[in-house]
């Protein structure tokens, strides 16, 4: 295998990362979330654009903390690199497994799935269409991205946009249209304060920062970025504001277009709000936005997670030839192909929910890990050039960790049964790690020894 074979072409730039931090965040949740949120601060608008505006700070934080690290070592597989570097290769492979087998493809298969779902409601889809429809969506993300960074970037880029200018066009028109914003708590609201303020906060902001979390991906793609040192920090800091404004925006939209109250009894805010100004068929509207959002959410993960297969491949701790380039398109094929493989036999079995249900907390584990990494780097390599240095160092990365530990422990504290066993899921890549570990220094031993 020649060198060329390990290499990724550097080729995105800021807007690619800028658009595939937007893509990868905005899925589904900005169009159903804000009346979960609504109701756990008991129709209390005041709070509940505080813990959306302070979820988005927080991921900031995350954001500036790696926008650090990216331009200091700017390696395909991001965080996957950080935690390796800093705690060592099992922690390392332990996130790259459970990415792999759950979060990363188990997202994908989400999306494909209520992309399915969503299709329902512009044409009729059968149950036994619905798991075709599921599949070639991931077919089509894969196949795309197979082709090519260039071409997958590209996809990202447009979908993103039309999500984007979708979405702000519809607060707009909403803010424009609607008369019903008020930071009044609605009649009959309970009182929030003290203990019961905290407590509703805290429970609002764990169900907000998922509807945030995607922002890290685009770590996975540093080792594909065009001066990384400049542009890798710009695009995760510019991607992550954008989120926070539009996410606000598309709040106030809502509230505007249906009033405290009823925004928070809605089970599809974005839809009833729209519905309810502009009539019924703007359900369609919002039914194709959403479309296009889970596209090109897909497409953001297939873009940027593979890169740490990739890596891990390449550290000869999975599948060898997951470490391959693509001759022809340059990509990291053989990493996009399983994994995508793995994401449609998710999606047709139905099995991501549970799985997804029992471990996508234990992601929060390995982003603080991430962010702690920051200390390791500076106190290991105090001379490593460091072309961006995160601002307010160390509070800032420590109270990313400290938001990231409070998800953990709630997780743990209110439904233990559910996080041991995610955790137990994620154990069981101990033994595989240790097996490839054993495979890789025998055979290069044997390799020794043959030369």
């Not at 991921?59 to 996957?80: C, D, F, I, K, Q």
């Not at 077919?139 to 997958?152: C, L, W």
């Not at 940027?304 to 030839?321: C, E, G, I, L, W």
């Not at 997780?411 to 595989?432: D, H, K, S, Y």
Request: with cysteine; proline share 5%; hydrophobic share 55%.
């Amino acid at each position: 295998m020649t060198q060329s074979d390990h290499t990724l072409q550097r080729m995105l730039g800021l807007r690619d990362l800028v658009l595939i931090v937007i893509g990868s965040v905005i899925g589904s949740g900005i169009f159903i979330v804000p009346a979960t949120v609504l109701r756990q601060t008991h129709g209390h608008v005041g709070i509940a654009l505080l813990v959306w505006f302070a979820a988005g700070v927080l991921s900031l934080l995350g954001a500036l903390t790696y926008g650090e690290m990216g331009a200091a070592n700017p390696e395909a597989g991001g965080l996957y690199v950080y935690i390796r570097d800093a705690f060592g290769a099992l922690p390392a492979f332990l996130y790259g497994w459970t990415a792999f087998f759950v979060i990363s493809s188990g997202a994908v298969a989400t999306l494909a799935v209520a992309f399915t779902g969503y299709l329902g409601q512009i044409v009729p889809v059968s149950p036994l269409a619905g798991k075709a429809v599921s599949v070639l969506m991931i077919a089509v993300v894969m196949a795309v991205n197979i082709r090519g960074t260039r071409q997958g970037a590209d996809v990202q880029n447009v979908t993103t946009g039309i999500k984007l200018v979708a979405l702000v066009l519809i607060s707009i028109v909403l803010l424009a249209v609607g008369h019903q914003f008020t930071v009044a708590a609605p009649a009959g609201a309970p009182a929030v304060s003290g203990m019961s303020l905290v407590s509703a906060f805290g429970l609002a902001m764990i169900g907000v920062l998922w509807s945030y979390e995607g922002w890290q991906y685009v770590t996975f793609s540093a080792g594909e970025t065009r001066d990384p040192q400049r542009t890798f920090p710009r695009g995760i800091i510019i991607g992550t504001g954008v989120m926070i404004v539009v996410y606000l925006l598309a709040n106030v939209g809502y509230i505007a277009a249906l009033g405290p109250a009823r925004a928070a009894q809605s089970d599809r805010i974005a839809a009833d709000a729209v519905a309810s100004l502009l009539g019924p068929l703007a359900g369609k509207l919002i039914a194709a936005v959403i479309l296009v959002s889970m596209f090109s959410a897909a497409n953001g993960i297939t873009i940027t997670t593979p890169r740490v297969y990739f890596a891990m491949a390449r550290d000869r701790v999975f599948f060898r030839k997951m470490a391959e380039v693509h001759p022809r398109f340059g990509t990291p094929a053989v990493a996009i192909f399983w994994s995508s493989l793995w994401a449609m036999c998710l999606a047709v079995t139905g099995t991501f929910e549970q799985l997804l249900t029992y471990v996508v907390f234990v992601g929060w584990i390995f982003y603080g890990l991430g962010a702690i990494s920051i200390f390791v780097y500076r106190r290991r390599e105090p001379d490593m050039v460091r072309p961006f240095r995160v601002p307010g160092y160390p509070v800032t990365p420590l109270l990313f960790v400290a938001s990231a530990a409070a998800i953990v422990v709630n997780t743990m504290v209110t439904q233990p049964g559910r996080a041991f066993l995610g955790l137990g899921i994620v154990l069981l890549g101990a033994p595989v790690f240790f097996i490839w570990r054993f495979r890789s220094r025998r055979q290069a031993g044997e390799a020794l020894e043959s030369s």
